[in-house]
Nanobody, 123 residues
Framework: VQLQASGGGMVQAGGSLRLSCTAS????????MGWFRQAPGKEREWVSVISGSGTTWYEASVKGRSTISRDNAKNTVYLEMRFLQPKDTGVYYC??????????????????WGKGTLVTVSS
């Protein structure tokens, strides 16, 4: 199983980014997918998750300015983030797992992690 994330970069506060994560080696539609981020010196935290059928959850700080989506035909999950703030800076990881979304959020059902893509938001 491989999860390849891309789309990170440097952006000014108020800008937007679209992250992508393409999976291989798994039955994509059967997996919940998630985006997590890890800021320097902090623990990895969840940002957004999406079930195989398209149910979405968002962490409070990104809700309303982020959209997670998936294209099961392309084995790809996306995270569009708008109105980015310096506190959004970090390495963004995509994750795959099978189980309730809560267990993905808590990482207990995550079975695969991507290598991460760095997002840097400057003020």
């Amino acid at each position: 199983v491989q999860l390849q994330a891309s789309g990170g970069g440097m952006v000014q506060a108020g800008g937007s980014l679209r992250l992508s994560c393409t999976a291989s080696g798994l039955s994509f539609s059967a997996y919940a997918m998630g985006w997590f981020r890890q800021a320097p010196g902090k623990e990895r935290e969840w940002v957004s998750v999406i079930s195989g059928s398209g149910t979405t959850w968002y962490e409070a700080s990104v809700k309303g300015r982020s959209t997670i989506s998936r294209d099961n035909a392309k084995n790809t999950v996306y995270l569009e983030m708008r109105f980015l703030q310096p506190k959004d800076t970090g390495v963004y990881y995509c994750a795959a797992g099978q189980g309730p979304l809560r267990s993905i959020v808590q990482k207990t059902a995550v079975t695969n992690w991507g290598k991460g893509t760095l997002v840097t938001v400057s003020s």
